[in-house]
Every structure is written in C-alpha cells, then in structure tokens.
C-alpha cells in the first residue's frame, strides 16, 4: 500500500491520511453493524442459524473497521499494525462469508468440509501475512484472496442446481465485484480524480459492493425458509 500511495499520492485532510478510503469503510462498518442487529434477529428460532449468521456479520463489520482505522493513519507504527489486520480481516470476511451459506444452505460433509477448509485456508492466510507481510509478493496475497473466494463458485453451482439462477444471482454479482475491485488494483487503474479517488479507492467502493450483495442473498435465507426446501 505504501507502494501505491508513492505511485499515486492521494491528498490528506486533517486526521485521514486517505480520507477516502477511510471514511468510506468506517461509514460501511456503522451501516453493516446496524444491518447486522437485523439479520441475526431474522434467523430467530434456530441457535445454530443465529450463530453462523453472527459470525458473517462480525467478519463484515471486522473488516471495514479495521480498513478504516487502518487508512485513517499517518505512516508509522500503528498503521503498520493495523494494515496486518486489514489483510487479516479479508481472510475473515471471505471465511465469514461462506459461514452463512455452508451453516444454514448445506449438511454433512459440505457443509463442515468446506468450512473446515476454508478456515483453514484463511487462517493460514493470516499467519503468513502476519508473519511475512513484506515478504509476500502483491500478486500472491492476490491470488489467495480471490482462489479461496472463488471455491465458492462451487457452493454456487450446487445452489443453482437446487434452487435456480434467480436465487444464487447476488452470491455470483457479489464474486464479480470483488474480482473486478482487486484487478482494479492490482493494475493501478483508473484513475477517476487524481489523488481523491484511483484504483485502491475503487476496490474499496467494490468491496462495499460485494459485502452487501452477499448480505442481501444471506437474507433471503437468514429466517430459514430454505428449510422448507431439501438441503444440499
């Protein structure tokens, strides 16, 4: 990121050194933390329905937290810190998300399967960018992102198949804009507004995006109603 910001310097105002960046996520945290008080109440009447879909609301607001703070602060110590949270946070959210999905939509196997996998994935993840942030190349902790998000795609065909293209419209959207916000980045183009808004501050606008396509599929089933249904 400190790359990028010597590539294209974004002007600061007073307490924001990326003011967009930051005020963008700490505002998505605020309306993501009162969405979440809704859909957990939603999956009301099931322990387990409420805990996944609390776990996916916590990695949403997890990561637009520790993405605003983290791009609200000058160059040194703490920002270091909070940047290694920010990465983490992705892995968290991306686990997070198939949480909902996998706890409520999927039994046995693919259910605990996949999120025993993807939890591991993201954990190591984190672990190795906590331990090797500088020495992680962009394009790998790239690559990471978007293979563990993409075993989704998985997930999706088999919702597909049970429920039709309408229903999984939102999760599919949702990996669309997530992939063209970090190719965005990763190409260091456009740039809309010069040193207001470029590439990061567009793949914080598709993040924002992504997160609330997949809350609104989450929803859909948040109340249970695919119990009425056969599982996958």
Not at 69 to 94: C, E, K, M, P
Request: proline share 3%; charged share 10%.
């Amino acid at each position: 990121m400190l790359q990028l910001l010597q590539q294209y310097p974004v002007y600061a105002i007073v307490g924001f050194t990326e003011p967009f960046s930051s005020i963008t996520h700490l505002l998505a945290a605020i309306v993501f933390l009162i969405m979440a008080i809704f859909l957990i109440r939603r999956g009301r009447g099931k322990l387990s329905r409420m805990i996944f879909l609390s776990i996916f609301s916590f990695a949403c607001f997890f990561q637009f937290s520790m993405s605003g703070v983290y791009h609200l602060l000058d160059i040194g110590t703490a920002r270091d810190i909070l940047q290694r949270l920010d990465h983490a946070a992705i892995f968290t959210l991306i686990a997070g998300s198939f949480t909902s999905i996998h706890g409520i939509l999927f039994t046995g196997i693919r259910r605990w399967g996949i999120l025993l996998l993807v939890w591991s994935i993201a954990i190591g993840g984190i672990i190795l960018k906590s331990i090797f942030f500088t020495a992680v190349p962009e394009w790998l902790s790239l690559s990471l992102y978007l293979g563990l998000g993409w075993i989704g795609l998985a997930s999706a065909i088999m919702l597909y198949q049970q429920y039709g293209l309408r229903y999984v419209t939102p999760l599919v959207f949702s990996g669309v804009a997530y992939t063209t916000g970090a190719v965005l980045e990763f190409l260091r183009a456009p740039i809309l507004v010069t040193g207001i808004i470029g590439p990061h501050e567009l793949f914080h606008i598709a993040v924002i995006v992504g997160v609330f396509l997949h809350w609104r599929f989450t929803w859909h089933f948040a109340d249970g109603s695919a119990q009425k249904d056969q599982k996958i």
